[in-house]
């Protein structure tokens, strides 16, 4: 059963790609999390569909961490008229600091619990590489 959207303009494998990225999540990565059916070769075409089934479009939102609504509904031009409406505000139109200052950088944030996540699967795929050639040296005994 493919899921899906209300809005036809949203393309589901580029919201996967966008929010990856935006996560400094490599394809190879997320291919590890979805299974060992999966590869960077598979995560890359499925990022070029429009549509993705909804039981993968979960799977996929639980390895990112975020909800499966955040890659369904993400509009990226909806979300920069929003950001434009947002910060471009007349001085006279706005109560108090007419130039806010922002500290928190979400992404930021996001990107450095990731970060751990990744340098773990690069530690294990190195122990993994290291036992091969252990088992290699082994077997030619």
Do not use: C
């Not at 303009?9 to 996560?23: A, P, S």
């Not at 909804?54 to 996929?60: E, F, G, S, Y």
């Not at 929003?82 to 600091?97: L, Q, S, W």
Request: glycine residues 4%.
């Amino acid at each position: 059963m493919t899921h899906t959207t209300n809005n036809p303009k949203i393309h589901q494998g580029r919201n996967v790609k966008r929010f990856r990225e935006m996560l400094g999540i490599k394809q190879d990565a997320l291919a590890y999390e979805l299974g060992d059916d999966w590869n960077q070769q598979k995560v890359s075409l499925l990022e070029q569909k429009e549509t993705i089934e909804a039981n993968l479009l979960r799977q996929i939102s639980d390895a990112l961490k975020i909800p499966v609504e955040a890659i369904e509904n993400f509009d990226e031009e909806q979300a920069v008229n929003v950001i434009a409406n947002t910060f471009n505000i007349e001085k006279d139109a706005y109560i108090g600091n007419s130039k806010p200052i922002f500290n928190i950088n979400p992404i930021e944030e996001i990107k450095k619990l990731h970060e751990e996540k990744i340098a773990l699967y690069e530690r294990m795929l190195k122990e993994k590489d290291e036992m091969m050639v252990r088992l290699e040296q082994l077997i030619g005994k």
